[in-house]
Every structure is written in C-alpha cells, then in structure tokens.
C-alpha cells in the first residue's frame, strides 16, 4: 500500500464486470469478501463492492501456498485487492467469474471478532414481535455494520434515486430550493410532539416542519421546497413513524389545493419513474412488481371527499365519527382496496390547526389533502391552502387558543400582501419505505431514530 502521490481511485467496478465491460481482461477489483468457501486446493470468494458481487476463485497450484494461505485468511468483511482474469461463465452467478493471479489484503478482519451479522439476523421478530427486516437488539446495536447487507445497501440506493428524484422534479418545475432554521420558537404540528432544547437559558424546539418558515418566502421567491429532516417526539411505535425523517415540502404563491395536489402527484409518479429507470435490479431484488410500481408512475390518482371515506370506512363498520383525524388503523383499511395513491380532501376544520384555509364554500371544512399510499401504507403526503388573509388567521389561532406572539411573524406574512398560497410536506422515508415494499420504515434510513434509540 505504499502508494503516495500516486491515486487510489477505482477504476474497475464489478457491475461493470458482470456487464461484459471487461470479459477476458485482467482486472483489478477492489471490495469487501462477502463470503468465501473451500478446501486445501481450490478457494471461492464472493466479492462485493457498491455496484454487485461477483465469485473469484483462487487455485493453490497456480497462487502458490503463501498467496493461497493469505486467500484463505480473508475472512467476512476483509477488504482486498485481487487482481486476475476475468472469465464469462453461464452457471456462475452474474455470469462472470475471476480467476485470481495475486491477492493484497487492505484491511484484515479478526478471526476472533468475525462479522456480527449473518443471514440469520435479517428476517427475524423484531423488538415488538413483528417480522421486520433487520429490527432485531444485536442488528440495531450493529446498525454501522448491517448497513453492508445486500438488502441494506439496495434500499439505500432506492433512497438515493428518491432524493434526486425529487430535487429533480421541483428543479424541472421553477421550484428554488430554500433552507429553514431547525431551533424553532413554535409548533406547526401540536405540542405533543415538539422536542424541547435548552437554548441559552431560553427554550427553544427542533423544527416539525420548515412551512412557517417557508411561508414568509413565499411572497419573495413564489415557489420554493426542500429536503431537510425534521423532528418528532413520536412516542408511539409504529411501522412508519421516525423521530428524525426526512421532509420534502413545497409552497407556493399563486395555487389552490387542486393546483398543489397536481404538484404532489407529480413529485410521487416521478419518484416511481425514476426508481424504475434507475432501480429495476434493486427493485427486482426486493421482489416488487414492476408493472405495480409503473401504474404508481402513469396513473392519475384520484381524489376523494373526507366525507367519503368515512362513509366508506362506516360502510365497513369500521367505528369512526365524523370530525375525527384518520388515524393509521384507518388509513390501512381504506388503503387496502387502493391500486394507486388516492387522496383525502375536505377536512372537518375541527380535526386540523389554524393554518388550514377554511373552505369559503363550507365552514365546516378546510382546503387540505392527505395522500394515501397503497397496499396499507397510509399517508405520505399532508397539505393544502393556507388560511391567507391577517383577518382570518387571527381569527383561526384565537379559535384554536394558540398565543399569537410566537406567531408574529408567521400573522405579518399575511399583513404584508398575503396572497392566495399553499404546500404540502412529503415523508421521504415513507414513500422510498412504500414503494421498496420495507417492512418497517427504519429500513430505508441509515441510523433510524425512534422514542427508544438514538445510538448507534
Ligand atoms: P401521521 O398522521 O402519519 O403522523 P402527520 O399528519 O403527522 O402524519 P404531516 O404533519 O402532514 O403528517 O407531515 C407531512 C408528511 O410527513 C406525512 O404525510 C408523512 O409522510 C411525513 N411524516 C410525518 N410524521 C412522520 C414521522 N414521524 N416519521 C416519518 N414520516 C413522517
Ligand atoms: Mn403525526
């Protein structure tokens, strides 16, 4: 390894061997030995690096007994550099095999401490009972090293493609990309799930949500979104719920629900169009329907009434009184029969904070949407108009008994030619959880925070 000022960058990737790009050429692959198998004469690594794996196969009479020794030594997780010939082989797994020539070990793996994680801790019961992926005490208390796992690193990748996916979209949409504070004075999303922080004597909370923020913008940029996380001291433990995930949120001047709604739509089939262009082995892996996925990214999603989905889930005798928040037991039932994300609209006023813009046409109801993923995933999506005019934002937050003066600035957005507006939010973690097909939504984040974990 005595390689100074010269380069170390990859230049040989083994997706790219498995492609064809270098059959009967003599390679260097560089990677980690995902597993290895043998006997005292023939020795078969499977080598992985972020693009595939491929099997290389080292010969004791043709490497000699100290490169063989040194072969074998390369246990889990050992990082190497093998250097051989690359040979195309129909039974090998890929389709390409290496011969190996010469092996250099980067970084030696301890035959005392090997790999803690094995084939046995994936699919598992997880710390509530639940058959998750990777959900276990010993896989969470290694999360820095499941994160190699086949089945880890494929949604990891998902993710990627959803991140860019999305700056994409609002980008190719005139949106420009805007930054909040994340020490915030007030709530966007009910008290009960701010966390508190000590500021300097004072108390501040981490931000849920970079809408308020946004808003005051809104009248200098028109349409403006981010990606940034946000934070909720969500103490009950579900399947999609994280106390850090990622945000995606648009507002914008100018638009009525329906003009936003087309927006989230749009923002979530080119998220599914974009896995498929960029993820189908990953998503083949993960055994999704690709013609499931591609309906996601042609479709048009239909909309429907709050009052509708009541009626359908009474229909279903379901116990549920008008006026009440959809919770995720709800959402599942109705989101059993969706072949495609469909969205709630029209709100009971009652069940949603100040910041929603009463319907002018009904009172009772507020201009909002919820969009609802399929195949029991529930909401991905939650926003709508804003209550605009000074007049009836201080009417709403006297309504509701919220104190106006951490609101000052939120009331003189609208005292300064307010303007007709809106936005919603988006769980990236949701919908990257929703389309991979996770079984927990702490599957598509590195190190998922929750109510009983924020190590490692
Ligand atoms: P839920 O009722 O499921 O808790 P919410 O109504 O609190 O959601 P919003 O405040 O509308 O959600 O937030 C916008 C979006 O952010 C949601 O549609 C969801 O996709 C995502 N989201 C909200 N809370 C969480 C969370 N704790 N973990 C992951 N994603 C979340
Ligand atoms: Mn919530």
Redesign the pocket.
């Known amino acids: 390894m005595e390689r100074f000022g010269e380069s170390l960058v990859k230049t040989i990737w083994i997706g790219d061997v498995q492609n064809g790009q270098h059959t009967d050429q003599t390679v260097e692959l560089k990677g980690w030995v995902k597993r290895s198998r043998g006997n005292n004469n023939i020795w078969f690594v499977v080598l992985r690096d972020s693009t595939g794996t491929i099997q290389c196969v080292g010969k004791k009479k043709a490497l000699g007994e100290a490169v063989f020794e040194t072969l074998k030594g390369a246990i889990i997780e050992t990082s190497v550099v093998f250097t051989g010939h690359v040979r195309a082989d129909e039974r090998a797994e890929g389709g390409h095999e290496l011969d190996i020539a010469n092996v250099e070990i980067v970084g030696a793996v301890n035959s005392e401490r090997p790999f803690p994680i094995t084939e046995a801790d994936m699919l598992v019961e997880d710390e509530d009972g639940e058959l998750t992926y990777g959900g276990t005490e010993h896989t969470l208390n290694h999360r820095h090293l499941y994160l190699r796992t086949t089945r880890a690193t494929t949604m990891l990748k998902l993710r990627s493609s959803a991140f860019g996916a999305i700056h994409n979209y609002f980008r190719g949409h005139d949106f420009l990309e805007y930054q909040a504070p994340n020490f915030v004075a007030g709530a966007v999303?009910g008290g009960s799930t701010l966390f508190e922080v000590p500021y300097f004597g004072k108390q501040a909370y981490l931000t849920q949500?970079w809408q308020l923020y946004a808003e005051a913008a809104m009248p200098a940029l028109e349409r403006l979104y981010t990606i940034a996380p946000?934070f909720?001291a969500?103490k009950s433990r579900t399947r999609?719920?994280?106390?850090e995930?990622w945000?995606a949120e648009m507002e914008m001047a100018w638009a009525t629900n329906n003009d936003i709604m087309a927006h989230g739509e749009g923002v979530v089939r080119s998220i599914a169009k974009t896995l498929l262009e960029e993820r189908e082995d990953e998503l083949t892996y993960l055994e999704r329907d690709l013609e499931m996925i591609a309906r996601y990214a042609d479709s048009p999603y239909p909309r429907m009434r709050y009052d509708e989905a009541i009626e359908i889930l009474q229909g279903k005798d379901v116990s549920v009184e008008w006026g009440q928040d959809l919770?995720?037991s709800k959402e599942k039932i109705l989101t059993q029969d969706f072949d495609v994300p469909h969205f709630l609209t029209h709100y009971p006023k009652v069940a949603k904070p100040f910041y929603h813009r009463v319907d002018p046409e009904d009172e009772k109801y507020v201009l909002c949407h919820?969009l609802l993923a399929p195949e029991g995933y529930?909401?991905?999506?939650?926003g709508g108009e804003r209550t605009w005019s000074e007049q009836e934002i201080l009417q709403r937050i006297d309504e509701e008994g919220t104190p106006r003066e951490p609101y000052q600035f939120y009331i003189d957005v609208r005292s300064y030619g307010g303007v007709p507006h809106g936005g919603f939010?988006?769980?990236v973690?949701?919908v990257v959880s929703w389309l991979a097909g996770a079984t927990h939504?702490r599957e598509v984040i590195p190190f998922p925070r929750t109510s009983r974990r924020v190590t490692p």
């Open positions: 999303e949500s946000s909720r969500e999609r719920h994280l106390t995930f945000h919770d995720y919820d529930g909401e991905i999506i939650g939010g988006l769980g973690d949701r939504i």
